[in-house]
Structure formats: C-alpha cells, structure tokens
C-alpha cells in the first residue's frame, strides 16, 4: 500500500474515533441526566426511560466495539501491517477498506469467518 493511502485512511480512522468519542461522551451524559432526572412520575414514563436507557447501552456498547476496532486498525499502521487480511495475509482491497477501514479480513475469508461456528 502507498504511503499517501496509509495517510488516507489513518486520518480517516482518527476523525472517526473522534466522532466515536463524543458520541459516547454525549451519551454518558444523557443516561447520567435521565437517571438523575426527577420528572419521571407514571409507569409509561418509567416503561419508556427505561426502553431509552437500553437503546442508548446497545449503542454505546456498539461504538465501543467500533473504537476497539479503529484503534487496532491504526496500532497496525503504526506497526506496518496495515490493510492486511488477518487470515489468508493477502492484502485487503481498496474499495474495502474505503467502506470499513478497520477490516480485519478481506472480502473471501469475512465470508469464510462468518459461516464458521463462533
């Protein structure tokens, strides 16, 4: 891979991990302000902070997933191995990683490793 794509995709994983970051911080804060919140009177509103606070978890639980992801991704271009298929060692394609820059594999072994019983 060219040293100007590894550039490419390195700013784009660090402003994605940023973004990541303030959407987990401004989701803290508002699971901290509905937990703290005293203007929850009846069942329905409980019923429904309490399906919120759950659909706020699952999506902080998947941008923590994806921040663990992008900052594999970036320790690999510091270490050089960058865009490599974790499986098969082949380089992953472009088009690839310019959807989901953090891949592990390329497109042949994502489709093997997902048919594979975990």
Do not use: W
Not at 63 to 76: N, S, V
């Amino acid at each position: 891979m060219r040293e100007n794509d590894i550039r490419f995709f390195k700013q784009m994983l660090e402003e994605r991990r940023e973004q990541i970051l303030k959407n987990i911080e401004g989701s803290s804060k508002e699971l901290d302000e509905l937990h703290e919140s005293h203007d929850v009177m009846d069942e329905g509103d409980i019923a429904s902070v309490s399906a919120d606070n759950l659909i706020n978890e699952e999506i902080m639980a998947s941008q923590q997933k994806e921040l663990e992801e992008i900052d594999e991704a970036l320790g690999k271009i510091s270490q050089g191995v960058y865009g490599v298929c974790e499986m098969c060692e082949e380089p992953i394609g472009m088009q690839r990683l310019k959807v989901k820059p953090f891949a592990k594999y390329c497109i042949t072994c994502r489709q093997i490793a997902e048919k594979s019983p975990a």
